[in-house]
């Protein structure tokens, strides 16, 4: 079996005292693999923690069919629990008053875990974190992103097929998240029968992790394709700042008539050296070559050139920005 | 079934571990639950001296005061737990893992009752130290085994209002409060429960309290002849209400998760 | 003064938003039961003769209502910082913190008064309890005894201040004790004499006693009979001034510790 996770028709609707029903997924489908970091990408209150939860088995869906592991998450939730863990950002869980250790022995223990294995994978994962040295600390004395290590040790430490991770780096600092990171991202590496559900608003982290994003809005998944894919599908034009030691309006004129149709050039500052930058949006890569001699040609020399890759984030804000646009009528979120 | 049965274990040693060696890192309860236990006792053996009643009330307010502990951490320790397990984010962590909700329960409920004890045989030492309560000490076998009883249908109790508490949160806590402290009057805490009448005895026996004590009172102060049953009946309907109690709490906690999941209940926190 | 109200507001709040208006009005009135019903058992099956039920129904009820206000004070500190992980933002706001545990305690305070009217309407021709008020004192009481009250949980939450676990048993040991002498349920003459002695002198006796002369028009035991009403009032003034000076300090000074301690925003989840 190759599906960790299968989603069919998801949909979940919460009611609430006084106010209408909100429909917080409206038809959700998609499939996570073995070996995949899965991300699902949203604004607030799109539905990407509820299906967390679904997934997970905290909560039932209202229609629809979702199998982890092959097991119904509404019937064969005493199956998928053995088979997955939970880390999410900004948590608070555990008990203060516990050491390192005490708490990941016991979120071991409710794993079934033996002691010495326990242990062992504590010591393991703790010094991957770098938190070994703190193993005999509270709890209530780590700093936020010492507790999101211990967490991720947490989540692991039971060794879990499916790891679902919930803004795992919300909050925690560059150097915690970068760890954090390099931990996912080696994790099902290491073994390919694992795989990741990542929710996160960083989309350098998703664009990073992730072999595959689904991006959710409104209940619905607008988009389901590798981020390389979700890019390209973006702009096919190639895009280049170059800042030059002069270009006045005509010469701009002039280049522009010369590179044709479809080939945009636009003249503005750069703001580091006040130099002239020409943003040039080009039909072809291959364009780049004319304009280079176009501007040759016109006695501008060069001063620096880079090439602007469009990122998950402009693909996410066309694609989520366009669907604020085209909204229908939803019910109120209570 | 025998991983089942292991990892229940570990489960209840794990929760219970939390609960005793927690306790110990700030001991300053030790003394102070220890004063407060015997402050209250005190209120009501000065308040039957006040009343002339006679001395064996002593026995019986001291008697009470060693269970009313067990009784407060079975509603406020074990009952309640899965409300705060929850507005801490720590239930969503032990749903997920495959645990079942009554080993996490039941260890707290080892926990809580081994620091109970603790607190309750100092108030009792006390009580029979500064009052000279003299009780007897043949039948003593037999009460260790009716306060265990009492102990096992209290705590089956407590777990089955936990998954009250697990879907309800504030409301049920709010009754918790509301009905403490007449629990603790009805279940003959301060006096002989025969005195409130077979009407009202007969539903305050649902509360193990109110047996368990009776029984107890029985087999350890001499004088003490106002009974409700014997202590081998009351013995008896304790065992019976115990195993009724985990039957109940088996079921309640499955129906409750169920219902919780569904009306996303598990996470909703500050309700 | 905004801060005091809108931190009655947040007590009003937190007390009956659990539930349907009037199921909550029927919890006010049902709750303070729970603190009588062993009085009324007891001396209603033990204590016919005695004639003391007025004294300790009235003590009960007197005492149950300081004991919301300074409970409340002292287990708010611990509600706030561990349950809504709110504390920290009471303190960078504008409102000092004493004067928002002030404010959510007298919420309670009048919350318990409304109860304890409620049921002297059905106790006082049921149970033909002495009633002659008189309105000065039982005002002036009610005032002075909110501030007693205050001080004393004011003094309490300092303490909670300093420490990261919730020591229930610390506030039960505490209140036990002055509940034990301060002649609310029996009058202390049955203590030997040194405690009866202590008792006249615990904060709360003045103030118990005091309200139950205002409210029977009698005086119903020898405890305090040699001191006048009003001499009693000064007493209990006396022992508002003091004590919730003393509480107020006390807060100040928990708070500074616990800021340099780091314990605003700690949490045991314990």
Same mark, same amino acid.
């Given at each position: 079996?190759?599906?960790?996770?299968?989603?069919?028709?998801?949909?979940?609707?919460?009611?609430?005292?006084?106010?209408?029903?909100?429909?917080?997924?409206?038809?959700?489908?998609?499939?996570?693999?073995?070996?995949e970091v899965f991300g699902l990408l949203g604004p607030n209150g799109a539905g990407k923690t509820t299906t967390i939860k679904i997934m997970s088995t905290l909560l039932l869906p209202t229609s629809g069919r979702v199998t982890v592991a092959g097991f119904d998450v509404e019937k064969g939730y005493t199956h998928i629990r053995p088979l997955i863990s939970l880390i999410s950002g900004g948590e608070t869980s555990g008990y203060g008053i516990l050491t390192v250790e005490e708490q990941?022995?016991?979120?071991?223990?409710?794993?079934?875990?033996?002691?010495?294995?326990?242990?062992?994978?504590?010591?393991?994962?703790?010094?991957?974190?770098?938190?070994?040295?703190?193993?005999?600390q509270q709890m209530n004395r780590l700093s936020t992103g010492m507790r999101q290590k211990v967490n991720l040790v947490r989540g692991l430490v039971t060794d879990p097929k499916v790891l679902f991770l919930d803004e795992p780096t919300?909050?925690?600092?560059?150097?915690?998240?970068?760890?954090?990171r390099n931990i996912v991202r080696n994790w099902v590496r290491e073994k390919p029968e694992r795989s990741i559900i990542l929710t996160t608003h960083y989309m350098a982290e998703a664009d990073e992790l992730c072999s595959r994003v689904a991006i959710i809005n409104h209940g619905l998944i607008l988009a389901n394709a590798p981020p390389s894919q979700l890019k390209a599908d973006l702009d096919s034009r190639a895009h280049y700042e170059i800042t030059v030691d002069r270009l006045d309006g005509e010469q701009l004129n002039l280049i522009t008539a010369h590179m044709g149709e479809g080939n945009d050039l636009v003249l503005g500052v750069d703001k580091v050296t006040n130099s002239p930058m020409l943003v040039a949006h080009l039909m072809h890569e291959s364009d780049i070559a004319r304009l280079i001699t176009a501007l040759a040609g016109q006695g501008v020399t060069l001063e620096y050139m880079r090439k602007l890759e469009p990122t998950l984030e402009d693909a996410f804000l066309k694609m989520v920005g366009k669907r604020f646009e085209d909204e229908e009528e939803v019910s109120p979120v209570s | 079934m025998k991983k089942k049965f292991l990892l229940f274990l570990r489960t209840l040693n794990a929760r219970a571990y939390v609960r005793i060696f927690g306790q110990m890192r700030e001991a300053t309860w030790v003394v102070a639950s220890v004063l407060g236990g015997f402050f209250t006792m005190t209120t009501y053996i000065y308040l039957y001296r006040t009343l002339g009643t006679g001395s064996e009330f002593t026995g019986l307010v001291v008697l009470g005061g060693f269970m009313i502990p067990f009784f407060m951490n079975v509603l406020w320790g074990v009952a309640t737990q899965l409300y705060w397990e929850k507005e801490m984010g720590n239930l969503e962590l032990m749903l997920v893992s495959p645990a079942p909700l009554s080993a996490f329960l039941v260890g707290?409920? $080892?926990?809580?009752?081994?620091?109970?004890? %603790?607190?309750? @045989?100092?108030? =009792? *030492?006390?009580?029979?130290?500064?009052?000279?309560?003299?009780?007897? $000490?043949?039948?003593?076998?037999?009460?260790? %085994?009716?306060? @265990?009883?009492? =102990? *096992?249908?209290?705590y089956g109790l407590g777990i089955v209002f936990s998954s009250l508490f697990l879907y309800h949160g504030r409301d049920a806590w709010r009754t918790a409060d509301l009905v403490m402290e007449p629990t603790n009057v009805l279940s003959g805490s301060y006096f002989p429960a025969r005195f409130l009448g077979l009407g009202l005895v007969g539903i305050a026996a649902l509360i193990p309290t109110t047996l368990g004590l009776d029984a107890l009172r029985q087999l350890l102060v001499p004088s003490f002849t106002v009974k409700v049953l014997d202590w081998r009946w009351e013995l008896l309907i304790l065992i019976g209400l115990g195993v009724v109690f985990v039957f109940i709490a088996s079921w309640a906690l499955r129906a409750v998760e169920y219902k919780a999941r569904r009306d996303a209940r598990l996470t909703l926190r500050w309700q | 003064m905004k801060g005091f109200l809108a931190s009655m507001y947040i007590g009003l709040q937190i007390e009956s938003n659990w539930t349907k208006k009037w199921v909550w009005l029927l919890y006010l009135a049902a709750y303070p039961i729970g603190s009588f019903l062993a009085v009324i058992i007891l001396y209603g099956v033990f204590g016919q003769k005695t004639g003391l039920l007025p004294y300790a129904l009235y003590g009960t009820i007197f005492y149950y209502s300081l004991s919301m206000v300074f409970f409340d004070m002292a287990f708010s500190v611990h509600d706030d910082r561990e349950h809504y992980q709110t504390l920290k933002y009471i303190f960078l706001s504008s409102t000092s913190y004493r004067t928002y545990?002030?404010?959510?305690?007298?919420?309670?305070?009048?919350?318990?008064?409304?109860g304890i009217i409620i049921n002297l309407c059905w106790l006082i021709p049921v149970l033909r309890l002495p009633f002659h008020p008189d309105w000065g004192y039982l005002i002036a009481g009610?005032?002075?005894?909110?501030?007693?009250?205050?001080?004393?949980?004011?003094?309490?939450?300092?303490?909670?201040?300093?420490?990261?676990?919730?020591?229930?048993?610390?506030?039960?040991?505490?209140?036990?004790?002055?509940?034990?002498?301060?002649?609310?349920?029996?009058?202390?003459?049955?203590?030997?004499?040194?405690?009866?002695?202590?008792?006249?002198?615990?904060?709360?006796?003045?103030?118990?006693?005091?309200m139950r002369r205002a409210i029977s028009g009698k005086i119903l035991t020898s405890f305090l009979s040699d001191m006048s009403t009003f001499q009693l009032l000064g007493r209990v003034a006396l022992s508002a001034v003091v004590l919730f000076a003393l509480g107020w300090v006390l807060v100040f000074f928990g708070s500074r510790q616990a800021q340099r301690k780091g314990y605003i925003d700690v949490t045991t989840a314990f």
């Open positions: 079996m190759h599906t960790a996770i299968q989603v069919e028709n998801l949909t979940r609707v919460f009611n609430r005292r006084g106010t209408a029903p909100f429909h917080a997924l409206r038809g959700v489908s998609f499939d996570v693999s073995y070996g990941l022995w016991m979120f071991s223990q409710f794993y079934g875990m033996e002691t010495p294995v326990a242990r062992a994978r504590i010591e393991e994962y703790l010094k991957i974190v770098g938190m070994w040295d703190s193993r005999r919300l909050g925690v600092d560059v150097e915690a998240s970068v760890i954090i | 707290l409920s $080892v926990g809580g009752a081994m620091h109970t004890m %603790l607190r309750s @045989l100092a108030v =009792l *030492f006390f009580g029979i130290a500064v009052f000279k309560v003299q009780f007897t $000490v043949l039948h003593l076998p037999l009460a260790l %085994l009716v306060f @265990l009883v009492t =102990l *096992f249908s209290m | 545990l002030c404010g959510r305690a007298a919420t309670r305070y009048l919350i318990a008064l409304a009610a005032i002075l005894g909110y501030l007693v009250a205050a001080g004393l949980g004011l003094a309490v939450a300092s303490v909670f201040l300093l420490t990261i676990k919730l020591d229930v048993d610390v506030v039960d040991a505490l209140f036990g004790g002055i509940f034990v002498l301060s002649g609310a349920l029996f009058p202390p003459t049955a203590f030997p004499a040194v405690f009866a002695k202590i008792a006249e002198f615990v904060p709360l006796s003045p103030f118990i006693e005091l």
